[in-house]
């Protein structure tokens, strides 16, 4: 099972808390509840980390990205020396 489809059951396994809560008047119901949304919140985290590792590995195999191609390239810096005069008084 993918980490979508585990999301998806997960919110699933949550609606008889959610009835029992807000159409029933269950406290406890909402307890169970908040502890649920704080896991999915865990478990969004993950599914984000895992997205952003599979950017990063895919980035790192391709020769240049499209952002790169795109972009002019930057002009040569001028350096510039200090200036040693002082304002006069």
Do not use: C, H, W
């Not at 993918?2 to 909402?30: P, T």
């Not at 980390?49 to 195999?61: A, S």
């Not at 790169?68 to 304002?87: C, G, W, Y």
């Amino acid at each position: 099972m993918n980490k979508l489809d585990e999301l998806k059951n997960f919110i699933d396994s949550m609606q008889s808390d959610y009835e029992k809560f807000f159409i029933k008047g269950k406290n406890a119901a909402g307890t169970r509840l908040r502890k649920s949304l704080q896991e999915l919140r865990k478990m969004a985290q993950e599914l984000r980390n895992e997205i952003q590792k599979v950017r990063i590995e895919r980035r790192g195999q391709k020769p240049e990205s499209t952002e790169e191609r795109l972009s002019p390239e930057k002009p040569e810096s001028i350096e510039e020396s200090p200036s040693s005069e002082t304002p006069e008084n």
